[in-house]
């Protein structure tokens, strides 16, 4: 399998430039207005795809108040799951209209669906490729039923050991479907920056034979940076107008202008990432001149020999390279040489 896959006309994967997911998830807080103003927002701040999800609560869990269906600690602390969904799902009513909306400010659209009626609904509204969400990649007929549609895949690996995801890849690839990327991601939200591990990005790289990049649940945008340093080829981030505007996913989202910047940021790294390449760029080939060299530091009269004194190896880099200094010391002067003049070979018998 190459590990690079093709969404539309971009190709993703090292060597490439990352390709950078604004995820809208529950940020637009109930409104189709602010759906719409976020994916105008997430396209203005660079992003080249913005991401939505396609569930509602009764197809992702049940109406259920026992205990196991309570969230007990972090950001959505003392929730009911039931309840959570409802808050923050998009209704598909929208997706249509969010889609055209994407179509219209040329900006790429998809969405991460969480069970077979949505992957149905998905696919009748035409998208082009698909997201698997951490909490989704051990539902491998959910897997098996996305990859049967022979579209791209990006899969978060959140929560994963080795072992499962090697399990999510292969019921991808026994559908025949080998258009796949993976993302490193903390299931956490907000991620904290010591337990990104994103080293881990090259490995799934590696083992997998895929393009690898990050889902990135941190604040800030040093994971974002640090990931694309590492060879990250996708960068996904989860987007908001303002975190002011109260939601499930406002706490943990990106703002337009830090988005903005964070894709300022991971162009420029690119930049200083590079290629492989040795010997002197075109910025550096003035700085050639203060190498050091072989030179005349006394005046030399033909005849004489050329001895430690009369010659040194100093700055600035026009006469003879170091490595002949051996070669040059006995040897006589064919001619007067000036103190100051860069040794040549044809200056010596």
């Known amino acids: 399998?190459?590990?690079?896959?093709k969404i539309g006309n971009r190709i993703i994967g090292k060597g490439y430039p990352a390709y950078i997911i604004a995820e809208m998830s529950g940020n637009h807080a109930g409104s189709i207005e602010n759906a719409k103003k976020i994916i105008h927002a997430a396209k203005d701040s660079g992003a080249d795809c913005i991401k939505i999800q396609t569930y509602t609560a009764d197809t992702l869990t049940?109406?259920?108040?026992?205990?196991?269906?309570?969230i007990d600690n972090g950001t959505w602390e003392g929730e009911n799951l039931y309840n959570l969904y409802q808050k923050a799902f998009t209704p598909w009513e929208w997706q249509k209209e969010l889609m055209e909306e994407a179509k219209k400010v040329g900006i790429d659209f998809f969405s991460t669906p969480f069970d077979r009626s949505s992957v149905d609904f998905l696919e009748d509204l035409g998208v082009e490729f698909y997201k698997i969400a951490s909490f989704e990649l051990v539902d491998i007929p959910l897997i098996e039923y996305v990859a049967s549609k022979n579209k791209p895949i990006i899969m978060s690996t959140g929560l994963a050991t080795k072992d499962e995801i090697e399990e999510a890849v292969d019921a991808v690839r026994r559908m025949g479907n080998d258009q796949l990327a993976l993302l490193k991601?903390?299931?956490?939200?907000?991620?904290?920056?010591?337990?990104?591990?994103l080293t881990t990005i090259n490995d799934i790289s590696e083992s997998f034979d895929v393009p690898a990049g990050l889902s990135d649940h941190s604040m800030g945008f040093l994971g974002a940076i640090t990931a694309v340093s590492l060879g990250g080829c996708i960068i996904e981030k989860h987007f908001c107008l303002s975190r002011e505007i109260e939601n499930p996913d406002s706490s943990f989202s990106m703002e337009p202008a830090e988005f903005k910047e964070m894709v300022k940021m991971i162009r420029e790294c690119e930049k200083a990432v590079g290629t492989v390449s040795y010997g002197p760029t075109s910025q550096e080939l003035d700085s050639l001149h203060f190498r050091k060299s072989i030179f005349c530091v006394e005046d030399i009269k033909k005849g004489d020999i050329i001895t430690d004194k009369n010659v040194r190896v100093i700055r600035p880099g026009d006469g003879m390279a170091p490595k002949f200094w051996k070669d040059i010391l006995g040897r006589k002067a064919k001619e007067d040489i000036k103190r100051g003049t860069p040794m040549r070979y044809e200056f010596l018998s």
Do not use: Q
């Open 1 to 5: 399998m190459s590990k690079t896959i």
């Open 185 to 197: 991601c903390a299931s956490a939200y907000p991620a904290i920056t010591d337990e990104m591990n």
């Open 62 to 70: 049940i109406d259920c108040d026992n205990k196991y269906f309570h």
